[in-house]
């Protein structure tokens, strides 16, 4: 069983900065597009950053210059780096990733359960 797993997510103030952590585990044999979304109340689920299939890094407008995604291969973990962060940011951040597991041959799309970041003015 494959599993995303988030943390980090908290209470901060605007101008202030988060962490966000995702580990992907189990039978994992690959992952590609991992990323990360956002829901705020009343809105759609939008990416905010992710890996590409050419393996670059892609940002909504709204946060380029102030966040940054990583990744740590070796512990199937994805980081966003939130910086400067402002009341708009405030949203329940998911992670995301297609994996392809060792007992099969098609992808797979996770989502992790959510990790709710509030950014206070």
């Known amino acids: 069983q494959v599993q995303l797993v988030e943390s980090g997510g908290g209470l901060v103030q605007a101008g202030g900065s988060l962490r966000l952590s995702c580990a992907a585990s189990g039978s994992i044999f690959s992952i590609n597009l991992m990323g990360w979304y956002r829901q705020a109340p009343g809105k759609q689920r939008e990416l905010v950053a992710g890996f590409t299939r050419g393996g670059t890094t892609t940002y909504a407008e709204s946060v380029k210059g102030r966040f940054t995604i990583s990744r740590d291969d070796a512990k199937n973990t994805v980081y966003l780096q939130m910086n400067s962060l402002k009341p708009e940011d405030t949203a329940v951040y998911y992670c995301?990733?297609?994996?392809?597991?060792?007992?099969?041959?098609?992808?797979?799309?996770?989502w992790g359960q959510g990790t709710q970041v509030t950014v206070s003015s």
């Open positions: 995301n990733a297609d994996i392809l597991t060792h007992f099969t041959t098609t992808w797979a799309n996770y």
